[in-house]
């Protein structure tokens, strides 16, 4: 099993910069890609950006430019550095994960999610 944790979320006033982070735990054998996906209520989920092993990235439209993901890969962690905030932004942040895990002697490829961390931009 793989568990992550997001942490970073609160309210935040338009034009901000706060940063996310996603910490992975359990029985990690390797991290394929991690992901911070954003939802608002409804059924969709917007992919907010990508990570992968190699250190590609990869951004949604709506936040190129103002949006960075980065890595520390000996931590496992995922961090998601957000600057000139916007109201249109407030959602909850989930993490995503994508990755080799062990089982005994086993391993399998499995996706995980965090619970979210909420983001609230105010105008």
């Known amino acids: 099993q793989v568990q992550l944790l997001e942490s970073g979320g609160g309210l935040v006033q338009a034009g901000g910069s706060p940063r996310l982070s996603c910490a992975a735990s359990?029985?990690?054998?390797?991290?394929?890609?991690m992901r911070w996906y954003r939802q608002v209520p409804g059924p969709q989920r917007e992919l907010v950006a990508t990570?992968?092993?190699?250190?590609?990235?990869n951004y949604a439209e709506s936040v190129k430019g103002r949006f960075t993901i980065s890595s520390d890969h000996a931590k496992n962690t995922v961090y998601l550095q957000m600057s000139s905030l916007k109201p249109e932004d407030t959602a909850v942040y989930l993490c995503?994960?994508?990755?080799?895990?062990?089982?005994?002697?086993?391993?399998?490829?499995?996706?995980?999610w965090g619970q979210g961390t909420q983001v609230t931009v105010s105008s």
């Open positions: 995503y994960c994508n990755a080799d895990a062990t089982t005994g002697s086993s391993r399998y490829v499995a996706n995980w």
């Open positions: 990570m992968t092993s190699g250190s590609s990235t």
């Open positions: 359990g029985s990690i054998f390797s991290i394929r890609v």
